[in-house]
Nanobody
């Protein structure tokens, strides 16, 4: 599976961005799709996931209520809509895909994911 993330950019605090991640080369619908981010000097952290069963999503506390993850299996694309952006949201955002069958809690960890996009930089100005 190849993943291509896009949609990052420079936005003022309080603004919005929609990130996209297009997949190719696999059966998209069976994968759990995750969004992670990594700020300079920090470890990669979980942001949101869209599980392979349609409609099931989970968010990190720091984006809950401000972000929505969605997927379009017909277009092999997963989205992350981010609103009310804060300076501390500045990071490189990565999409990733993991096959089904792992523990529910495992999908919060980057190591579970087999495939990664190249990342897209989100910069929020204060």
């Amino acid at each position: 599976v190849q993943l291509q993330a896009s949609g990052g950019g420079l936005v003022a605090a309080g603004g919005s961005l929609r990130l996209s991640c297009a997949a190719s080369g696999g059966t998209f619908s069976i994968y759990t799709l995750g969004w992670f981010r990594q700020a300079p000097g920090k470890e990669r952290e979980f942001v949101a996931i869209s599980r392979s069963n349609i409609g099931s999503t989970t968010y990190a506390d720091f984006v809950k209520g401000r972000s929505t993850v969605s997927r379009d299996n017909a277009k092999n694309t997963v989205y992350l809509q981010m609103n009310s952006l804060k300076y501390e949201d500045t990071a490189v955002y990565y999409c990733a895909a993991a096959p089904p069958g792992r523990l529910w809690s495992a999908y919060f960890r980057p190591l579970v994911y087999d495939y990664w996009g190249q990342g897209t930089l989100v910069t929020v100005s204060s």
